[in-house]
């Protein structure tokens, strides 16, 4: 694995593989597992690295955070292997790819929260179109603590305070040194 392109396309080569034929269920499987595991897995470690921690600096929990997000992703193989096995179209799966395919930023941003120091300043980037809360929470600089806080990371599935529940989140959040955002946080979703 070399990254979030690199994740792209084994992802999408699994979904078009089954879906054309030449995959098994059963290489489908194995090989979604494989992907989800060294994708994720690298995504996070890109996040510690940017938090300044390299691998082998993980503790424990930093190292269990991302067997869960690894786990996360792959109690849902067998349902995208069934939806695809039944689709009459290729294109709709791809856009359902793009859900898992986005989680390597998203499994990236919330490393950051556990690895980086709790002072360091985050800002959240949403793109043009998101969902309303993306949309109020776009350009907010945060300390890392402040982010721990509120309990809110880009394209983290499920996410009771984001409208679009972060299955459909495009943002993203990086290290800044821009300003604190003054005021009140605000009210999500
Ligand atoms: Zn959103």
Redesign the pocket.
């Known amino acids: 694995m070399a990254g979030a392109k690199t994740y792209r396309m084994a992802i999408r080569n699994a979904v078009r593989g089954l879906w054309r034929g030449y995959l098994s269920y059963e290489q489908f499987f194995s090989i979604m597992l494989l992907a989800t595991e060294q994708g994720i897995t690298e995504a996070a470690y890109t996040g510690a690295r940017n938090c300044g921690i390299i691998p082998s600096e993980l503790d424990y929990i930093q190292q269990r955070a991302i067997l869960n997000m690894v786990l996360r992703e792959q109690q849902w193989i067998n349902g995208f292997a069934e939806a695809i096995e039944q689709s009459e179209k290729l294109t709709p799966m791809f856009k359902r790819a793009d859900i898992w395919i986005g989680r390597f930023e998203g499994a990236r941003d919330e490393m950051m929260l556990l690895t980086c120091d709790g002072a360091v300043r985050l800002k959240w980037i949403a793109p043009k179109g998101?969902?309303p809360?993306?949309a109020k929470l776009d350009g907010q600089v945060r300390t890392v603590e402040y982010w721990r806080m509120v309990g809110v990371s880009p394209r983290e599935h499920d996410n009771k305070l984001?409208?679009?529940g972060?299955w459909?989140?495009h943002?993203t959040r990086i290290i800044t040194d821009e300003p604190l955002s003054k005021g009140k946080f605000p009210s999500l979703p």
């Open positions: 998101e969902c809360s993306c984001l409208a679009c972060g459909k989140c943002c």
